[in-house]
């Protein structure tokens, strides 16, 4: 996996998957990518303000958010990332939600 550390200027949020450090960027890619699986992301950054996102968006998000690099044979699984969710509560997850769903509304400054 990718031992490269995020970058909070490019948007990225680190997120740490079965051990290893890795990095979630929300690229247009990406962010199309869990548009098409979860449906419009605006109602998405409404739905995790009024605290009803769910486990399984969070953990499609991220996922679909993992830095091109670490899209290789090595490359968590969904379940990994989910695990990794679960790992750290959802209250370790809330720094990475931040910095995505502050991407998704603000884009990069």
């Known amino acids: 996996m990718n031992a490269a550390p995020a970058n909070p200027l490019r948007g990225e949020a680190p997120l ?30 409404e739905r995790a303000g009024q605290g009803q996102l769910r486990l399984s968006e969070m953990t499609a ?16 699984t969904r379940e990994q990332v989910g695990e990794a969710v679960v790992a750290i509560g959802l209250a370790g ?17």
């Open 93 to 109: 997850c809330a720094a990475p939600l931040r910095v995505l769903l502050g991407q998704i509304l603000q884009g990069q400054g």
């Open 16 to 45: 740490v998957i079965a051990g290893q450090p890795c990095r979630l960027r929300p690229s247009f890619a990406a962010l199309v990518a869990a548009e098409e699986e979860l449906g419009p992301l605006f109602a998405l950054v």
């Open 61 to 76: 998000l991220f996922w679909h958010c993992l830095a091109p690099s670490h899209v290789q044979s090595h490359a968590p």
